[in-house]
């Protein structure tokens, strides 16, 4: 069973519509959890970190996390064409720092 | 602040050729991951060091690929002999590590190899 589980996609949404992004992931004693964005050709750059659970927004994005159901989403409000990229969820199962990537979602938002 | 510098960006170079691929992270940064990335996967890793020493090798095929931070710094991934599968990009991250609480990865540009 993969470790990270994301929804390769293309995920299309209007532009201004909300993205939804999911992951799911296997290690029940994970403890932090990441949103990568990595635009074609690039290297990943962090977007959002949440460690509890519940929603942490900053700006447009909302991470909401739900340890019970290992679940954790990515949402991304008034989405723009620049929001267009592959959105990788990262997982630190806890103890060091390893850090698992899922497979990524790509976005696609259309004008 | 520079961010995390890797070179080559690019490599092209025939099967059985060795290959080697070098990092310098973060200043600061004592944790230093190499990652592998195919095209539509997401990276998965290669190995990890806390300082000088490779905590996490466990993924890293031993028998063609090797690694080495000196001094707790600066690192190199080397292929020998590299096969038509390792053509991939070849990503470097660094970060503060637990003793600074984030675990957030920042990521070099990456060193693309092309096997023929």
């Known amino acids: 069973q993969k470790e990270v589980e994301q929804n390769s996609g293309p995920l299309s949404v209007p532009e201004g519509a909300i993205a939804s992004l999911n992951c799911t992931y296997s290690d029940r004693v994970s403890q932090s959890f990441f949103w990568y964005r990595q635009y074609s050709g690039k290297s990943p750059e962090l977007i959002m970190s949440i460690y509890s659970n519940g929603d942490k927004e900053d700006g447009r994005f909302t991470a909401q996390l739900n340890k019970a159901s290992q679940y954790v989403s990515l949402l991304i409000r008034d989405s723009q064409p620049s929001d267009s990229a592959t959105y990788l969820c990262a997982v630190c199962p806890g103890g060091d720092d390893k850090i698992i990537f899922g497979k990524g979602t790509r976005l696609h938002i259309l004008p | 602040e520079a961010g995390v510098v890797q070179s080559p960006r690019y490599k092209i170079i025939e099967k059985k050729q060795p290959v080697a691929f070098w990092c310098n992270p973060i200043?600061?940064?004592?944790?230093l991951y190499w990652y592998l990335q195919n095209l539509g996967q997401g990276p998965e890793l290669l190995i990890r060091?806390?300082?000088?020493?490779?905590?996490?090798d466990s993924q890293l095929p031993k028998d063609r690929f090797s690694a080495e931070r000196l001094k707790g710094v600066d690192s190199t991934l080397k292929i020998q002999p590299a096969e038509l599968g390792d053509s991939a990009v070849y990503l470097c991250a660094s970060s503060l590590g637990r003793q600074g609480g984030s675990g957030e990865l920042f990521f070099g540009e990456g060193s693309r190899l092309t096997v023929l």
């Open positions: 060091y806390e300082n000088e020493e490779a905590v996490d």
């Open positions: 200043s600061g940064h004592n944790t």
